[in-house]
């Protein structure tokens, strides 16, 4: 019959009760005695009962994907390289957003619990302390752009360092020297590790000039705002890398409102490569990341733990390439480069 409710809670030294609440979040348990409980039914790979139906003889053929925002092209692009892969296996799509914070994203989990067979998860709060509090255990479970220092989860992510240092050392390499960065939303582990190699770049080939760094918020209304505020610096950027693609084209509105050309008066570059990217005038330099195919990876990943598959979990990285246009280069020319 396999491992049962009553094994763990024999084992745990707590009631059967006790058992049934940790593991279905309703709480009503001390945090040591949750910890307790979580590691021993992971320990006896205990299926919650509900689960195991959903799982092994009722599965419900549904993922969830908990996303940190629904807005955007990025996510409908993520959202579509999902759906498409998913329906190849048969299954069907639940997503839901955790924009609002943690709380948000763990009430997200738990409305999930019982309808899905697996779950795709993309979440600045999904650090290990939250996913044990809050995923069921024996829940597949796919990470995508979420770093954690063990490797329980299967993850994929975007090199975003690498695609980082592409787009920086390309406006070094046009004669572009003050350079500006526009962040996106406090705490984002993306945006750091961006933030991080524009700082390196700029360190290790022009180290008199400082960083010149403005917040934003992933939307083109923080990059125009962004903009406004570099053309009324003195000296002013003579470039400007956003940290996506969105701020980029908000920030390119306000420096053509400002009577100013684009790349001549100021270059404008940013990351993910959209597809309205390439349809702005003048075409936006970005560093590419093919945004449907990260759909795709995390669905296949999580399609396989679902039906059975053994393997370790697997943590890929996935590489950004250089799409050179015309908002930083006079010649017009577009060219691609593989991040290493």
Do not use: W
């Amino acid at each position: 019959m396999g491992v049962t409710i009553k094994d763990v809670a024999r084992e745990a030294k707590v009631s059967v009760a006790s058992v049934s609440r940790a593991l279905n979040g309703h709480g009503g348990v001390t945090a040591e005695t949750l910890e307790r409980i979580r590691e021993v039914a992971a320990r006896l790979r205990y299926i919650p009962h509900g689960a195991a139906r959903s799982l092994i003889t009722r599965r419900t053929h549904t993922i969830g994907a908990l996303l940190p925002d629904l807005y955007g092209e990025f996510f409908s692009e993520l959202i579509r390289g999902i759906d498409l892969a998913a329906r190849v296996h048969g299954l069907q799509l639940l997503v839901s957003s955790s924009h609002d914070g943690a709380a948000e994203a763990a009430s997200a989990l738990r409305a999930m619990q019982g309808r899905v067979d697996g779950l795709l998860v993309m979440s600045p709060h999904a650090d290990a302390a939250f996913l044990r509090q809050n995923l069921p255990v024996g829940l597949p479970t796919v990470l995508m752009n979420t770093v954690l220092e063990r490797d329980d989860y299967a993850a994929l992510s975007v090199d975003n360092a690498g695609g980082a240092r592409l787009v920086v050392e390309h406006l070094l390499g046009e004669g572009y020297r003050r350079i500006a960065f526009i962040q996106g939303p406090v705490g984002n582990h993306d945006v750091a590790e961006r933030e991080q190699a524009y700082r390196e770049a700029l360190a290790a080939r022009v180290p008199g000039v400082p960083p010149i760094v403005l917040p934003g918020e992933f939307d083109e209304a923080s990059g125009y705002r962004a903009g406004q505020r570099l053309i009324a610096m003195s000296p002013r950027p003579d470039a400007v890398f956003a940290a996506n693609d969105m701020m980029a084209i908000g920030c390119m509105a306000a420096i053509r409102e400002a009577g100013l050309r684009i790349p001549e008066d100021i270059a404008v570059a940013g990351f993910d490569d959209v597809p309205m990217a390439r349809y702005v005038s003048p075409a936006l330099t970005t560093a590419g990341v093919r945004i449907a195919e990260l759909g795709k990876a995390a669905l296949e990943q999580l399609a396989g733990q679902i039906e059975g598959d053994e393997a370790p979990a697997v943590h890929m990285r996935i590489a950004a390439e250089l799409m050179v246009r015309a908002s930083t280069t006079r010649n017009q020319k577009s060219k691609a480069a593989r991040a290493d």
